[in-house]
């Protein structure tokens, strides 16, 4: 069974970096692509990048460009996401979610952090 | 970037009525033949669920009352009949072109 495990919900203070991490099971994850999708409280989704897991190759919505980093560790099956200095603005929920190589849907998604950015 | 527009933001349809949703391109999603828009359900408290993919194709496990169509910049998403548990708010996608892009959502509720 295909499932993506995220790490658990983080409460950190502004100006600060955290890690999220995305732990694949039931799928290698040099198979297809990983991709990070943000959503602020009671708002849409936003494509935060992707990376290939099977080579390192990322790319990143400009938006973010500079704020995140994705990177992924195939012993471990897993992708990440990093954040930094971060603000108010980055208190959202972040979801990990697989992309088939044959098309740029994402057909499994993680259960979702919940990132909270207060002092 | 592509800006997906969708309409409406909300409707309110009854039990076993055709709910019908829109998203608009502000560039073709076509490439080779296929359509890159996608569609998602999303519940409060849940992550997105992939319903339709390339713009017409039924995710496994999805009933069939959901169908979509369209292509290049004008896309539908139709549930029909409407069950109670279609509450949800959805989005769709673009994958032809970076940064990957979604819609703002529609939120449907029963009449």
């Known amino acids: 069974e295909v499932q993506l495990q995220q790490s658990g919900a983080e409460l950190v203070k502004p100006g600060a970096s955290v890690k999220l991490s995305c732990t694949a099971s039931?799928?290698?994850?040099?198979?297809?692509?990983m991709h990070w999708v943000k959503q602020r409280p009671e708002q849409g989704l936003e494509w935060i990048g992707r990376?290939?897991?099977?080579?390192?190759?990322?790319k990143y919505d400009p938006k973010f460009q500079g704020k995140a980093t994705i990177t992924a560790d195939t012993s471990s099956n897993t992708a990440y996401l990093q954040l930094s200095s971060l603000t108010s603005e980055d208190t959202a929920v972040y979801y990990c979610?697989?992309?088939?190589?044959?098309?740029?849907?994402?057909?499994?998604w993680g259960q979702g952090t919940t990132l909270t950015v207060s002092s | 970037d592509i800006v997906l527009t969708q309409s409406p933001a909300s409707l309110a349809v009854s039990l076993g009525q055709r709910a019908t949703i829109s998203c608009r391109a502000s560039?073709?999603?076509?490439?080779?033949?296929?359509?890159?828009m996608h569609w998602y359900q999303q519940k409060p408290g849940q992550p997105p669920k992939l319903l339709i993919y390339?713009?017409?194709n039924l995710e496994s496990g999805i009933p069939a009352r959901f169908s979509g169509s369209g292509s290049r910049t004008d896309f539908t998403l139709t549930i029909n009949p409407v069950e109670a548990d279609d509450v949800a708010t959805y989005y769709c996608?673009?994958?032809?072109?970076?940064?990957?892009?979604f819609g703002g959502g529609t939120k449907l509720e029963i009449k």
């Open positions: 979610a697989r992309n088939p190589i044959t098309g740029g849907h994402f057909d499994y």
């Open positions: 039931g799928f290698n994850i040099k198979d297809t692509y």
């Open positions: 990376i290939d897991p099977a080579n390192g190759n990322t």
């Open positions: 560039e073709s999603v076509d490439s080779y033949g296929n359509s890159f």
């Open positions: 390339r713009a017409s």
């Open positions: 996608q673009q994958s032809n072109e970076d940064p990957y892009t």
